[in-house]
């Protein structure tokens, strides 16, 4: 067992013991995927020779959204020959982990309705189970048991929660008439469409309108387009750059303005049974969704092994092949190497690992300095409670619960979807932090030294005004998460990166699968990404 295994088991076993009125110091469990083997990836040229070669038809090098969704889409086809690397982290933003018979998100955790143009992810969503009735037709009909319940959003203002995300609460008149002028246009914008035929906002992104009217949006940042057109109601100006840091891991003054107003405008789904707006969740987030893939995959390979342990070092073009040295690491982080051979390769990593193992990403169009999109760090901490801790007058606990102006970005209810009785008496509270007050680099450097001490007081930051002292009375341990490249982000001018639009149209022996490619990090548009390459690889 090792230490993480033995800290989280030792805490869930100690919960009858602890009591719920003593003072319980929680020493946080550090997570940071990757970073082993990042270190490794830098240090490649001290890598052992290779053991052996296993060749397959297509390799896919990531088992993230977007592997996942490429390898399910080979799989239903009936394609047998594939094999997914699964690199530092199996099911990567959309991970997941587990206290006891309790589920949590370690990134990802939820997925709005799927609009018309999202015609891959209802596919899937279908083939899944989570769509159970009509999935092309303008509402189709979900399982009841992920659509979120009520109440699902709260807003912590001067001590008291209200209902909803956008702040009402002490708020005049003449801002909330400005938040109903920006909402109302937003909403317009959903249906649409430039001079060219095409939704001006739409996902995935890469169907969106080129209108060049509309995206002349992405010249200028998300903050001085709401000036440009007379919006400057605080409590607007709060949430629009809270909603970007959620989604986009960076302040409105920093994300595109077309970015800022596709967030609002391209999220067009409805359902036959839940009110428009509605999300789908579970309670340990999008990890469902990878437990969902990575069945429904095993399940059409009858039986054959398809996902290999190890990250890629890197990846050479050979005649009539692609070979990738591929790393294993062993407990005590000593490296052995094999070969991956493939007739294809499908790139399903993030951008900024792949310009470490493809030397001839130039050949592709792609230049590092110019084309590779700024990268969000994160904090995922989830705090296993003994107990609820006391609330605050208004409304109830919700699925997501929100601290306005907050240096983070809440934190949802893992057990806030489970059909009960009575109230829980466990559960495991996941707040989310884009570490956006210094630079990223900066923020890097200080997650690489920081204490565990440090970290824990960072997770709390949004739970302590909500709970004061008793956070600390039910906090039964506490799992941090930290991703110091979590997402990308799209600034000003991602639109127009030419490497992410010649990557997007690679068709040759390596082809490109992620996220990246978007600009925005989505579990649509990287299983968008995935399902397209598993068609150009089976060509």
Same mark, same amino acid.
């Given at each position: ?248 891991? #960076?302040?409105?003054?920093? +994300?595109?303005?077309?970015? $800022? @107003?596709? !967030? ?7 359902? =036959? ?124 606990? #919700?699925?997501?619960?929100? +601290?306005?102006?907050?240096? $983070? @970005?809440? !934190? ?7 059909? =009960? ?119």
């Amino acid at each position: 067992m090792d230490r993480r295994t033995f800290l989280l088991a030792g805490a869930a076993a100690s919960l009858a013991g602890c009591g719920r009125t003593g003072w319980i110091e929680t020493t946080p469990v550090i997570d940071s995927p990757g970073m082993r083997e990042g270190h490794a990836l830098r240090d490649h040229r001290s890598l052992p020779p290779p053991s052996g070669t296993i060749e397959t038809d297509i390799a896919i090098l990531g088992a993230g959204a977007a592997g996942l969704s490429c390898a399910w889409q080979l799989a239903r086809a009936g394609h047998k020959d594939f094999a997914v690397l699964a690199g530092p982290e199996f099911g990567g933003n959309a991970a997941g982990g587990q206290y006891g018979d309790l589920g949590y998100p370690k990134g990802a955790h939820y997925l709005p309705l799927p609009s018309m143009e999202s015609t891959h992810l209802r596919d899937m969503l279908a083939d899944l189970g989570v769509i159970e009735a009509d999935p092309f037709t303008a509402r189709p009909v979900f399982d009841e048991r992920v659509l979120v319940h009520a109440p699902d959003e709260r807003l912590l203002i001067d001590g008291q929660w209200q209902d909803g995300l956008v702040p009402t609460l002490g708020v005049s008149q003449a801002e909330l008439a400005q938040q109903q002028r920006f909402f109302a246009y937003t909403d317009a914008l959903r249906t649409a469409f430039g001079n060219d035929g095409r939704k001006v906002f739409c996902i995935p992104v890469a169907q969106s309108s080129q209108d060049s009217h509309w995206r002349a949006l992405d010249k200028r940042s998300f903050k001085q387009w709401l000036l440009d057109e007379g919006y400057n109601a605080p409590s607007l100006h709060w949430y629009l750059n809270y909603a970007c840091r959620d989604d986009f891991g #960076a302040g409105y003054e920093h +994300v595109s303005a077309w970015a $800022g @107003l596709h !967030y609002f405008s391209a999220r067009a789904g409805h359902a =036959r049974n839940a009110e428009d707006g509605a999300v789908l969740t579970w309670p340990d987030g999008l990890h469902s969704m990878v437990t969902k893939l990575s069945a429904s995959i095993t399940q059409r390979a009858n039986g054959r092994a398809w996902s290999l342990p190890g990250f890629a070092a890197r990846i050479d073009e050979k005649a009539g092949s692609v070979e990738v040295l591929c790393v294993r690491l062993d407990n005590r982080n000593t490296p052995t190497t094999f070969v991956l051979k493939a007739r294809r390769v499908v790139c399903a990593m993030p951008l900024f690992v792949a310009q470490h193992v493809m030397p001839q990403m130039a050949a592709y169009g792609f230049k590092v300095p110019r084309d590779l999109p700024p990268r969000a760090p994160w904090l995922v901490s989830n705090f296993l409670m003994d107990g609820m801790p006391p609330e605050a007058h208004g409304v109830p606990l #919700a699925w997501d619960n929100v +601290v306005y102006r907050g240096e $983070g @970005l809440g !934190y949802v209810v893992s057990t806030h979807q489970l059909i =009960r009785l009575s109230p829980p008496q466990r559960s495991v509270f996941s707040a989310y932090q884009a570490l956006d007050l210094k630079t990223p680099d900066d923020t890097r450097r200080w997650l690489a030294a920081a204490h565990p001490d440090d970290l824990r007081e960072q997770a709390a930051i949004d739970l302590v005004p909500a709970y004061g002292r008793d956070l600390w009375r039910h906090a039964a341990a506490l799992e941090i998460t930290v991703r110091g490249h979590a997402m990308a982000t799209p600034d000003v001018g991602f639109l127009s990166r030419p490497g992410l639009l010649a990557l997007r149209d690679a068709d040759g022996p390596i082809l490109f699968a992620h996220a990246d490619l978007s600009g925005m990090s989505l579990f649509e548009e990287a299983s968008y990404w995935g399902v397209l390459a598993a068609n150009r690889a089976m060509r």
